[in-house]
């Protein structure tokens, strides 16, 4: 069924509602895993892939993020099956915040590099002048450029790769964390004071 614009602005406010609207239509999309027993950064991997599509899908998702309202799929719905993953894996309630924002910070930024692209694409080759050069330049004079040109990811793959070593990053700081902190309770252990006519 078709709405004229005219006839749609009688029942809301203005364009920052219509893409609210939208948005919060298209979070109801977002196919969120199931809450299973993956690794916590393979879940949050499949739920980046998810949000990615959602914000391909509707680029207004961007700029126009909406908790929406109760009864329906929304923001904060998404948001806190992400921190369930996160604090059953033994994240503490800030920790799991700060990892969701890194992410969404990074799914954001992948995301508009990408529409940035595909919007350049439609006008000609964004990378045209680089592709030039290369092809001027001898292969010995920058091999691993022309051996890369051949193998270039796309952009599912280069996502991908993003997502993985941003969550393998924040896995080698929790361990380092956890090394850090052992040695510390053996030494508190170890100066508490003897208690009298104990041998301890």
């Not at 904060?76 to 993953?85: G, I, K, P, S, T």
């Amino acid at each position: 069924m078709k709405v004229s614009v005219q006839a749609l602005y009688r029942h809301v406010s203005g364009r920052d509602e219509v893409l609210k609207l939208l948005n919060r239509q298209a979070l109801s999309t977002m196919e969120v895993p199931p809450l299973d027993r993956r690794h916590w950064s393979e879940w949050l991997l499949d739920y980046a892939r998810a949000w990615r599509a959602v914000l391909l899908r509707c680029p207004g998702n961007i700029s126009h993020v909406d908790i929406g309202g109760p009864g329906s799929p929304t923001s904060l719905d998404n948001a806190e099956r992400a921190f369930e993953v996160l604090v059953a894996a033994g994240f503490s309630d800030m920790e799991a915040v700060e990892v969701f924002h890194l992410l969404a910070r990074m799914i954001f930024g992948l995301v508009t590099g990408e529409l940035e692209y595909e919007a350049a694409a439609r006008v000609g080759n964004p990378y045209r002048r680089f592709y030039e050069e290369l092809a001027a330049r001898r292969p010995d004079e920058v091999p691993i450029m022309h051996r890369l040109s051949l193998v270039w990811p796309g952009p599912e793959e280069t996502f991908d790769e993003a997502v993985r070593t941003l969550l393998a990053g924040v896995a080698a700081r929790r361990r380092s964390r956890r090394r850090v902190a052992r040695p510390r309770l053996a030494r508190k252990a170890l100066s508490r004071p003897r208690r009298a006519g104990s041998g301890i």
